[in-house]
């Protein structure tokens, strides 16, 4: 079955540094791939998606390359900030069809804590 | 962006009692709604596919005669835990479709956090 795995955290990062949360997924045909942030007590928002290869997805300085060859879609930042502190989740989306269709395998998620 | 709405936020409730959860669709229609269950510090699980006018389609291992869904309408669904445990307890989240955003995007409720105690 589909599958997404992150790299575990938490990842902790000082204000300005750079951000690389690692994704890579395994699914059949071709799946879109997404970015989800939970923010403490609130619910999930989309950051960004790709639906095809080579395709990049970016949001509020967040960047993520839909890479077909290794099933990877890393999350970037170059400069985090302390605001960016949240759980991030990766998630992908079979786009075959069924009385499933849309839903949404996710990774574990991880923890980010930025400081000033 | 689409908003989804869940109600309520939070609830406490004793064991053995049922419980409710509302997901809304406020500005669009949704003909599928998801209901997913995350345990701390871990990922979602998809639970059920709530699709409107018909029976929901359960994941594996999710008892369907505990956590009833209903989707009577365009805009709602509900979640109802019965007879409710401490296991249960958990954060529990609905999203929904809005197919009029050329079916790329979900919408996610700000979640239930469910306390049995």
């Known amino acids: 079955g589909d599958s997404v795995t992150q790299m575990e955290g938490p990842v902790t990062l000082s204000e300005e540094a750079f951000l690389t949360i690692n994704c890579t997924y395994t699914?059949?045909?071709?799946?879109?791939l997404f970015w989800y942030v939970q923010y403490p007590g609130e619910g999930l928002q989309l950051l960004l998606k790709?639906?095809?290869?080579?395709d990049k997805g970016s949001n509020k300085g967040f960047e993520a390359t839909y890479r077909k060859e290794t099933t990877s879609f890393h999350l970037e930042k170059g400069s985090v900030q302390v605001s960016d502190s949240a759980v991030y989740f990766c998630?992908?989306?079979?786009?075959?069809?069924?009385?499933?269709?849309?839903?949404?395998?996710f990774g574990q998620g991880t923890i980010l804590t930025v400081h000033p | 962006g689409a908003v989804v709405s869940q109600h309520p936020s939070w609830v406490i409730c004793k064991s053995g009692t049922s419980v409710k959860i509302e997901c809304r669709s406020l500005?669009?229609?949704?003909?599928?709604m998801f209901w997913y269950r995350q345990f701390p510090k871990q990922s979602l699980m998809l639970m059920a596919t709530?699709?409107?006018?018909?029976?929901?389609t359960y994941e594996q291992g999710v008892e369907k005669d505990k956590f009833l869904i209903n989707h009577a309408s365009l805009t709602l669904s509900t979640l109802t835990v019965t007879s409710a445990h401490p296991e249960d307890s958990s954060f529990y989240i609905c999203?929904?479709?809005?197919w009029g955003q050329g079916n790329t995007e979900a919408f996610f409720g700000q979640g239930t956090r469910l306390t049995v105690v």
């Open positions: 709530s699709n409107e006018g018909s029976k929901a």
């Open positions: 699914a059949t045909g071709y799946p879109s």
């Open positions: 500005d669009f229609q949704a003909t599928t």
């Open positions: 790709a639906t095809k290869a080579d």
């Open positions: 998630a992908l989306r079979t786009n075959a069809g069924g009385t499933s269709y849309g839903k949404l395998t």
């Open positions: 999203s929904a479709r809005d």
